[in-house]
């Protein structure tokens, strides 16, 4: 996370400044005796976390979005149950204890009650759970306090700003003009743009 200097004399911040400076206006400056209490829910993606981690240090709490690790669940039970039935009654099962955050019963209910059609991917699953261990939380709970437990939110925003505008039939982009065109779409989302520059313009 560097500040650089343009040809003008112009200061130019990361993308990392600009987001926590943003969460500092927001929430006030902390010290290491009262960091921020951040949590990220996101899909279990290491880039996100290093990401994050760059930017507030080792103060965010990961939490892995229901969607994905339900949708992850579904997916290698389909290679692992040996029939329809006992899909039903493994994914009963482990999803009611996930969704509840009892890791621990799941991951041996796992190795100790399913007779897996392909144990490879039944070690895959298990393994994906374990590694995943201090993400997944008590998602009843936390719903039940009226918090978000996905990411939905976040993931149609960066549709909208990117998934729309960039990724059509034989399109493409170099990393910068990616995250540039994606600035003026914000600005343009949020009707910003004739504040911003002065003019009106078309849809991007």
Do not use: C
Request: hydrophobic share 40%; no cysteine; charged share 25%.
């Amino acid at each position: 996370m560097t500040t650089s200097i343009d040809a003008q004399g112009k200061v130019i911040l990361s993308l990392g400044e600009v987001l926590k400076a943003k969460v500092v206006q927001e929430y006030g400056l902390r010290t290491s005796e009262q960091p921020l209490n951040l949590v990220a829910i996101a899909d279990g993606a290491k880039s996100i976390r290093s990401r994050l981690e760059s930017v507030f240090g080792e103060q965010v709490k990961m939490v892995l979005d229901w969607y994905h690790l339900n949708r992850k669940a579904r997916k290698l039970m389909g290679s692992v149950a040996r029939n329809q039935a006992e899909k039903s009654e493994h994914l009963k099962f482990l999803l009611s204890n996930l969704w509840q955050g009892k890791l621990v019963i799941a991951i041996e209910y796992l190795q100790k009650q399913v007779k897996a059609k392909k144990s490879e991917v039944l070690e895959q699953l298990i393994n994906y759970l374990s590694k995943h261990q201090t993400e997944i939380i008590n998602y009843q709970r936390r719903q039940k306090t009226g918090k978000p437990i996905g990411s939905g939110r976040v993931e149609k925003a960066v549709d909208l700003v990117v998934g729309h505008r960039q990724k059509k039939k034989g399109m493409s982009w170099s990393a910068k003009g990616s995250q540039a065109l994606a600035v003026l779409r914000v600005a343009e989302l949020n009707r910003q743009w004739k504040a911003i520059f002065g003019m009106n313009t078309s849809a991007l």
